[in-house]
């Protein structure tokens, strides 16, 4: 079976300003599957066969870690080769080209760039603490010196907790 390779590399910035470096992988081969084609009733009119499929594979770098293109390649490469989801298939041969995968792997970057979460877990419930730490900083920077006396003193724990001062 033939199989062609074809990667690209790009970056994102995050919302802490940090880079990822990242590798997107496509995977192309000959195709042994099937696909039903369907009537306006919703019943099998016809079965094609598809003859080659496009496997997509993502490595992201985290910002703390050394880049190392080599492993990304082959992480990326790896995912695609892992992975049961084909990102394109084509039933009709020579359908699927150089400028077709070079295209969709463009067009992948771009949508990882815009949603780093599609390929980091957890990236959304991150940036969500961290945006609410960043208010609370604010809003602690703006407080006046009276006002940062009493968080700093509750802060420190030099007073009892809040409620027992209520109930006092």
């Known amino acids: 079976m033939r199989t062609k390779v074809v990667t690209i590399k ?71 080769n892992g992975s049961n989801d084909y990102a394109l298939f084509a039933t009709i041969p020579g359908m699927i080209n150089t400028a077709v995968v070079d295209s969709l792997l463009k067009q992948e970057a771009h949508f ?13 419930e991150e940036k969500a603490k961290y945006e609410y730490h960043m208010m609370i900083a604010q809003k602690i920077k703006s407080l006046s010196d009276d006002e940062k006396v009493v968080y700093n003193a509750m802060k420190d724990h030099k007073y009892p907790k809040v409620e027992e001062l209520l109930n006092a």
């Open 10 to 80: 790009d970056e994102f910035t995050d919302y802490r300003g940090k880079v990822h470096k990242f590798i997107v992988a496509a995977v192309s081969q000959e195709a042994d599957g099937y696909l039903d084609l369907y009537d306006e009733e919703g019943d099998v009119e016809d079965t094609v066969a598809i003859v080659k499929a496009v496997k997509i594979g993502v490595a992201v770098c985290n910002p703390n870690d050394e880049y190392d293109e080599a492993k990304g390649m082959h992480i990326a490469i790896g995912k695609a």
């Open 112 to 124: 990882i760039k815009e949603n780093p979460s599609r390929v980091i877990p957890g990236y959304l």
